[in-house]
């Protein structure tokens, strides 16, 4: 295990009924709050009403700020900054998702500097200090409701890049799983495979001495996304699928997976952002195609912590299957068509002509990112398994 | 999963090296601290030196207070209580096992009241607010570092009572492996009995719904604890063990494994309580006695967890065994005697003739935690068992 640091001060309030606590949770932090959402769906299914009548009741003033989309943009973010400068807010109240959430994390940093925000995702200013967030979660995928990181598009650029400080946790955030039970089933999966995706990132960030906790930990969460997913699936109103997915989903990135790894690089994340960016395709829609070819193109260099995955989580030696690290990309491959999350760029209608200008603005992210093995060919060459 | 609220502030620093970091992680909280340590391993092993410059480069005016106890005792607590009114003591520094940072943690919710600190333990004061707590954590066993709880044994009356609260979490835990490496053979697998007997207690709360989030967690953390545990008695100074089986003690009890499972009881610690305060045997001893007739007087109403938990930890299936929980308390238990801790009250020479005194000791504790389908017959029972 390498030497860390874990501190995460996120409070998380979970479970059925909960949502009014936003009103006296975000009352904590201030009288006047940016109320930020998505494109509706929460007033559709009644977390816009709960959320707020809870703010009203606690004496918060509202100022709204709806529209974030998914791969959430610049432009929305800068439009929020401007509200919460002009209204002089106190807090962030954050209803949705991870873009919604990512957002709010961009809103409350910009919100405290005369610089542009963008400059934090590119590594030129740094965070010194951010507005408050609170949030209330409606969507079991990203993990940011308790993590310090946050991933925003530039409109212009198409760079879709990621940034994390430990200002940045939500003072607290709510989980609800009843307000997950009107997400749809393609979203509902793409959110596991989110969450898959994450853990996988720490998982195949092989170190020697090996990190026996932390891999097992992961096992559990994977095994745990795949069946709860699938029992959404059967039926989006499981109050106790909706519930261990949100959960797992949490746990999946609030830096315990990761802690004692040292610098872990989240290569598919990088690959996959490329994708969002420039065809808009869903984040978790695109880390399932990222995923196999990823896996495949490690495996070549190493494939002991796939065949161990495999070996543990599908049960290899009891089923009979050789452990190959080709047998357990095969299952997970199958799960995603399964669940009805794509496996190919052809399903997103890319065709492979384009594998070398996604490669071109993965590579921005790569350097960034300081993932310096990741080369223009390297990347292509991921892709190129991606088909 | 039932509702819960998970809030851990503790900060972490785990690894090599790390203690150094005491004094400017103290200083933040006070200028003058209590230094809390036990019967002087430390200054054995150069932990104390180590604190000591720490501090004293940082700034802070030290007054010491060493001597704690394994099963900690009120008196101490008391006097460390005096010691800080007296010299207007701000913060206080725990170095040592979990008797050391319970006794510290007491020592921070004693010196901010003038009533005996004793009534939070039996339920008749509440906490209102206490002093700061950082420490040093020198033994992998309690979960003591990360969590806001505390046991403290009243010197008189021998109870061995619990007690937690919100405000107990430690500012800062600093976690070096290699001050675990003088730990002796006996006291480092008494410590994984004692992480596991934590996971198990949780595991063993069966809920409906079921928690399988919590179940692959917990059963990952006892893997390792035990693997962790079998390699430092191999080479008790193997870094790489040390930090497993510190990371998964931590893990075991610091909220995490038992969110979403509503209330929980921990009665293996209710009647191993007992056991520690009247013979004062170590806590890991005394549990690795009960943990096997608790499991087998559990059985008897519901064996369904014991033989998830043997199929899945101990392979059941690969290895043909029958999937009894007979099978997976056999397994334990002989994991107990290959690490050399005991398994029957005899290896105490407690005779069976003391049963009814454990037990009614065991009852007081039994009152306070609520744990109402614990009659004096069922815990003598229990005992019987563990003859």
Known sequence: MQNFVFHNPTKIIFGRGT?????????????????????????????????????????????????VQTNPLLSH???????????????VVAVGGGSVLDSGKAVCA?????????????????????????????????????NSGMVITHDATREKFGFGHKLLFPKVSILDPEATFTVPMDYTAYGAV?????????????KDPATPVQDRFIEGLIINAMDSCDRCLVN????????????????ALNGMTGAGLGRVGFPMHMIEHSLSALYDVPHGAGLSVIIPG????????????????????FNFELRGIEPTSNATVKILENWFTRINSPIRLAEFDIPPEDIPLIAENALRLAKIWRLDQYSRETIEGILTLCR
């Open 19 to 67: 949502i009014p606590s936003i009103g006296p949770e975000t009352i904590l932090w201030g009288k006047k709050c940016l109320l930020l959402y998505g494109c509706g769906s929460i007033k559709k299914n009644g977390v816009y009403g709960q959320v707020f009548s809870s703010l009203k009741e606690a004496g918060l003033e509202i100022v709204e700020h709806g529209g």
């Open 77 to 91: 973010v800068k439009e929020g900054i401007n509200k919460v400068k002009a209204h002089k807010i106190d807090v």
């Open 110 to 146: 910009g919100s405290v500097v005369n610089h542009d925000v963008w400059k934090f995702f590119t590594g030129k200013k740094s965070i010194k200090s951010t507005l408050p967030m609170t949030a209330v979660l409606t969507l079991a995928a990203s993990g940011s409701e308790m």
């Open 194 to 206: 989110d969450a898959i995706a994450h853990v996988l990132e720490y998982y195949m960030t092989t």
């Open 236 to 251: 989006p109103r499981d109050y106790n699928a909706r519930a261990d997915l949100m959960w797992a989903a949490t746990l």
């Open 294 to 313: 990823w896996l495949r193109w490690h495996s070549i260099v190493d494939a002991r912590k796939i065949i161990q995955l495999g070996s543990r989580i």
